[in-house]
């Protein structure tokens, strides 16, 4: 039997430069090198509890509101998973009704779920020429919430998986003329606001309450997050209430002093390291306006005008749609070659995350194996036609259960290609991202099948299918289980 500490200590050496989250990037150099073991310890004297903060723990959560212009920061160390659905349950009473972003991660569902709530969903816009996921909008906000005046919280993510940041401000005045909160995931968003070249964060843009997990895109331990909370709409007695119902009564003092290590590193050292960082990204994405089949995203050398959203260049974005490569041919090409692990892959594109704490090194060896690639690829002519291959979801399917009903209704497994018009009774994603390409209680439709199977084909693996093979799909009967 091999042990997953031997594992992890025998990749270690391997040095395979991490594109992907934690954004601590196993930089020691940076970091410091710490024995968890030593630090290890329960709730003892002098040491606060962070379920009833009176001393050290307290102080450091009171810096990190202030760091990010919070009137609250808690620190989250079961993942930004219990951040969300902390907000949920703090913003709603069984069974309300919710306006939520069809992208949002699978833990959104989880909290839809717990609370019995029903969801409106809200379809982000599409980027026209590569197919992915764009902003949510004021407007489509402010339709539903004169639509449905039983609303009682909206609910976003922003930035998206690929750094596409909605206008939260605008959109957080909406919301408020109509008296309900703003929750914002902005797990990936942990490192705005830092820097001029990044967009601001949710919290300076008003949202009520917001989560970031400090671990995907700023220097701290897997596992870390933050739940900011600002003005008077959420009953804050609620939001301290649930984050003791969705943590362990038993957190880790050295995830803890992780958080609280990469803030101090960011208020201390931010200035230096985002300046560096900054500089590296730009020669990055000068570099690659140079390549010819591969293209990086960036959205800000298109031709638009009055765009809107924002775009956090933390995120590098490689699409093959216009070369013979698919996404999972270059991900694989550039882990087994050239020894760089990215972060995610769909059909046409890899994604790798960065961070402050990457290297020189680490920039110098992704532009090489890009341009390596590129130079044995043919490019193809541009498409024309709109290519929604990268959503992660289908769109504007018919919500006929809410998902606490799917759940708790008798289910039955069918073969995928026979359960065109029935109701879902699992849930279905890619992980990552983790958005869910049809939820319990949407009905299932011929492009839902044909886009679990594309997926398939292509090499991605589909996760939430009881059968694990994407050949049978479980579905909601007429009668209630137990």
């Known amino acids: 039997m091999e042990y997953l500490y031997d594992k992890l200590k025998k990749y270690k050496e391997q040095e395979i430069y991490p594109m992907h989250m934690p954004g601590h990037k196993r930089n020691l150099e940076l970091m410091g090198k710490m024995d968890p073991y030593s630090i290890d310890i329960t709730e003892i004297d002098g040491f606060d509890n962070l379920h009833d903060a009176q001393e050290i723990l307290k102080e450091q959560m009171e810096e990190a509101a202030k760091l990010y212009g919070s009137m609250h920061t808690h620190y989250l160390i079961n993942g930004s998973t219990s951040g969300l659905l902390v907000a949920i ?12 972003a069809r992208n949002c991660h699978k833990a959104v569902y989880h909290g ?3 609370q019995e709530l029903v969801p409106i969903y809200l379809y982000p816009n599409v980027d026209e020429k590569y197919g992915i ?7 489509q906000v402010k339709e539903q919430l004169e639509k449905n005046p039983e609303i009682k919280m909206v609910l976003l993510t922003s930035p998206t998986y690929e750094g596409v940041v909605s206008d939260i401000a605008a959109i957080a005045d909406v919301v408020h003329a109509y008296h309900i909160p703003l929750v914002v995931d902005e797990a990936h968003g942990a490192h705005l606001g830092f820097h001029s070249a990044f967009p601001n964060n949710s919290v300076a843009c008003g949202a009520d309450l917001v989560i970031h997990s400090v671990h995907k895109t700023l220097p701290a331990f897997t596992q870390t997050a933050l739940l900011h909370s600002n003005g008077e709409l959420v009953d804050y007695d609620k939001v ?48 690659c306006e140079k390549l010819e089949a591969l293209q990086v995203y960036m959205p800000w050398k298109e031709q638009r005008t009055n765009q809107p959203y924002a775009f956090d260049p933390s995120k590098i974005v490689i699409f093959t749609q216009y070369s013979e490569l698919t996404g999972v041919e270059l991900y694989d090409l550039l882990l087994h070659k050239y020894q760089i692990q990215c972060e995610m892959v769909s059909k046409n594109y890899v994604l790798a995350m960065t961070s402050i704490a990457d290297t020189e090194e680490g920039f110098h060896r992704l532009v ?24 992660f979801y289908v769109t504007n399917l018919m919500l006929v259960r809410t998902p606490y009903e799917a759940y708790n209704l008798k289910r039955e497994s069918i073969s995928l290609d026979q359960s065109v018009g029935r109701v879902a009774g699992e849930q279905i994603y890619l992980y990552p991202p983790g958005i869910p390409l049809i939820v319990p209680g949407e009905q299932i439709t011929e492009e839902v099948i ?12 589909i996760k939430g299918m009881q059968d694990g093979k ?6 909601v009967g007429e009668e209630k289980n137990g």
Do not use: H
């Not at 044909?450 to 693996?461: C, K, N």
């Open 470 to 475: 994407a050949k049978t799909i479980l579905v």
């Open 133 to 139: 996921q764009r902003e949510i909008t004021p407007e």
């Open 368 to 391: 090489k194996a890009l341009f390596a690639i590129d130079e044995s690829l043919t490019k193809k002519g541009s498409r024309s036609e709109i290519n929604t291959d990268s959503l």
């Open 240 to 287: 301290k209430m649930y984050l003791q119902i969705f943590q362990t009564s038993s957190p880790s003092y050295v995830l803890m002093a992780g958080i609280s290590n990469c803030l101090r590193l960011v208020r201390e050292q931010g200035m230096s390291l985002f300046d560096r960082y900054v500089e590296r990204l730009t020669w990055f994405y000068q570099q």
């Open 450 to 461: 044909t886009t679990i199977q594309e997926y398939q084909a292509a090499g991605l693996q």
């Open 112 to 114: 839809i779920f717990l």
């Open 89 to 100: 349950a703090a913003c709603t009473k069984k069974g309300d009704t919710v306006l939520v």
